[in-house]
């Protein structure tokens, strides 16, 4: 028996659709099917706008949808020209409240079923090619400075790290970011394990791309809610 409200729910895309071309209708449907939130990214007060827009867009460009932003001293910012529009597509979740926000985030992300995965060069646990990924999985980034906080290592499930051969200490968070998400990502797609969205995932989010690429979408919303209440 289908859900009254997600039949309502996709009655609302097909109506948004209505002012999309159709190319880009048939990007959204096609995407759309590439998108997980098995694998995720947590970002713990990245600071850098130019750092934290190339994480955006490399997470939009492996198809992870949810990006986790906690912060506790730095205020988030995106460089709009590094990002290109990749925010849009994703699921910002930020974490702001004046204290204890790197324990509300992961705990929250546990409460849902996520192993927290700390990615840090001084800990000798997983390499990206032997990474369990069986269970959704969340990445947590520090800062390049500092790293990640203590509260963030002792609430890790595991840690994670790139392997490297120079005398430099670690990758840019960017790179290790790029880095970690092809070969994750690339893993799952290749497995069995079911990393696709739900089909209500998969509705609410196509809803969020077309009013994103759609003037005045809320008034539109409105007048179809209005529609089908008359």
């Known amino acids: 028996m289908t859900d009254p409200d997600f039949n309502q729910r996709q009655q609302l895309l097909s109506y948004l659709q209505e002012f999309i071309t159709p190319n880009k209708k048939s990007k959204f449907d096609s995407l759309i099917l590439q998108r997980t939130r098995h694998l995720t990214i947590v970002l713990e007060d990245i600071y850098q706008p130019h750092n934290a827009s190339a994480v955006l867009r490399s997470c939009d460009c492996f198809g992870i949808q949810d990006v986790h932003i906690i912060e506790n001293m730095n205020k ?4 709009p ?3 290109l529009g990749s925010s ?3 699921n910002l979740i930020r974490y702001r409240e004046p ?3 790197t324990e509300s985030c992961l705990k929250k992300l546990k409460s849902n079923g996520y192993r927290i995965i700390a990615t840090t060069p001084h800990e000798n646990d997983f390499i990206p090619d032997t990474l369990p990924m069986e269970q959704k999985t969340a990445l947590i980034f520090g ?4 790293g990640l906080s203590q509260v963030a290592l002792d609430l890790a499930d595991g840690y994670v790290r790139i392997p ?3 005398f430099t200490e670690s990758f840019n968070i960017s790179v290790s970011a790029a880095l970690l998400l092809y070969t994750l990502t690339d893993r799952l ?3 069995e394990i079911r990393w696709e969205l739900s089909d209500e995932e998969k509705l609410e989010i196509q809803i969020n ?3 994103n690429v759609i003037k005045r979408s809320s008034l539109l919303e409105k007048l179809f809610l209005e529609r089908i209440k008359s």
């Open 76 to 79: 988030y910012e995106v460089n």
């Open 81 to 83: 020209d590094v990002a």
């Open 88 to 90: 849009k597509w994703l």
């Open 99 to 101: 204290e204890n926000n």
């Open 143 to 146: 800062t390049e400075l500092a």
């Open 164 to 166: 490297m051969y120079g």
């Open 189 to 191: 797609r290749k497995s």
């Open 209 to 211: 791309w077309t009013k």
